[in-house]
């Protein structure tokens, strides 16, 4: 026993100094950062005053430049004018002197003669042409300066401060059409900002963030304004997080309180379990495989031994979300024979949603629409009453058509690049938009069905020869929802399909 409570004291030692040890380890690494960093900002500090004793260097030796300009050009006017009197003096004293002894004659007819020579001497002496004001002042307070202010701002110089935490303003920021803007602002003005920095996560928690996320934060960097547009997202996830930091040119400050606003739309993946075993889904794709049927009765195999394993008994299915279709389908109700068909896992009973599909222009055949989980194994999408679709035939010869109940209706449009589909399940509204350019999707109507939806409905799909893939995480485009309104009263022209 005291063999035991020795050992345990020198686990607890030997911990002890691990952990002693380990702190050491931290405090040398502490110093060598503090070694280096100290000497970054200090060799930052001495490139900051160098370069502002250049700037200072710079602005006197063009003031002074300027001063000695200024002294030339008015020395030269004022020494101009400075000689200028003087001959015109100097020729003055000369024209007196000849006056005075002039006056001293006592000759009449040489007096008469001299006085005549001397008045027209004086009319055109230098001396009365002069002006006697000075071309230039002597005066140089308009180069005068204070530097007060300066002074006082150079004496203000300190180290930058760390800007302030942003605030998030959670009503004025916006989610819609897959963008969501984000406004924030300092609780006082900061000149010394220069920029900001976002950063942004998807979640499907609202409250507080958890010690792991699933999704990584994405960043979001060189934000000049005070509000930020994300643009092109796929809201696959109940929620996105975010936060923000203001940076100076040398720090960076504390983020601001996390702020996690709802991004609502529909998302769903394909039901592989339900596919035609021609039908080869990987993710949201789907392609055609001509061989799949060789291997249909391994699969039906394996979904036999699968219905006995716990995770597929009917106690757990019932256990799963009603929105959710159960993710497989044991092999007698996979799609067969000439449905070559696929279903989402995601069941519609409520609300307005939107996905978007693309196909192979090259593919025989291929059909979107919505169907009844109810939809028979061998039923064709728009065959039945318990689907609706757009197909679209390039089988000998093309053509476009909406399907339900074994009816169709021929389409005049082109094959589109895409289309997109809106379904309002309380207004019983199946709704195609198509595009014609293949970079911006500019909505266009292709149809629209009007019914009454009885049950839930599921994305379904079908291709013949060809392949598709889907887009889903999309909310409802708000030039899809404005043009609803607008066309909500107006009677439907397909009534004969629904």
Known sequence: MARSHDQKIITTLALKNEEIQNFICCLKQSLENLEVNSNRVQEDLESEFSSLHAVLDELKEGMVTRVKRERASRTYELQSQLSACTKALESSEELLELANQTLCSSENDSFTQAAKEIKDSVTMAPAFRLSLKAKASDSMNHMMVDFTQERNMLQAITFLPVPATPEIHVAECLVFDNTVTVVWTLPEPDSKIDHYILEYRRTNHEGPPRAREDYPWMVMEGIKETEYTL??????????????????????????????????????????????????????????????????????????????????????????????????????????????????????????????????????????????????????????????????????????TAKHNNKARTLDCPFPDRIGIYCNYEEGELSYKYDKMSKIFRFHNLHTFRTKFQQPVIPAFMVWNGSFSVQTGLQVPSIVLSGQKRNSNTSSSNASLT
Not at 296 to 302: L, S
Request: aromatic share 10%.
């Open 231 to 400: 643009t092109g997202l796929r809201f696959d996830t109940r929620y996105m997080t975010f936060r923000v930091k203001a940076c100076n040119k040398a720090v960076a400050g504390e983020f601001s309180e996390l702020v996690t606003l709802e991004t609502h739309a529909f998302v769903f993946k394909l039901d592989a379990g339900s596919a035609h075993q021609n039908l080869k889904v990987e993710d949201l794709s789907v392609e055609w495989d001509s061989s799949g049927g060789k291997v249909a009765v391994q699969d039906i195999r394996k979904e036999k031994n699968r219905t006995s394993s716990p995770m597929h008994s009917p106690a757990r299915t019932a256990m799963m979300s009603p929105k959710r279709a159960p993710s497989a389908r044991v092999g007698r109700d996979r799609f067969t024979a000439e449905s070559y068909t696929v279903l989402g896992d995601t069941m519609i009973d409520a609300g307005q949603h939107y996905w978007e599909v693309r196909f192979d222009k090259e593919s025989k055949a291929f059909a979107a629409g919505v169907a009844l989980r109810s939809l028979s194994r061998f039923d064709q999408l728009g065959k039945s009453t318990a689907s609706w679709c757009i197909h679209l035939n390039n089988w000998l010869q093309q053509s476009l």
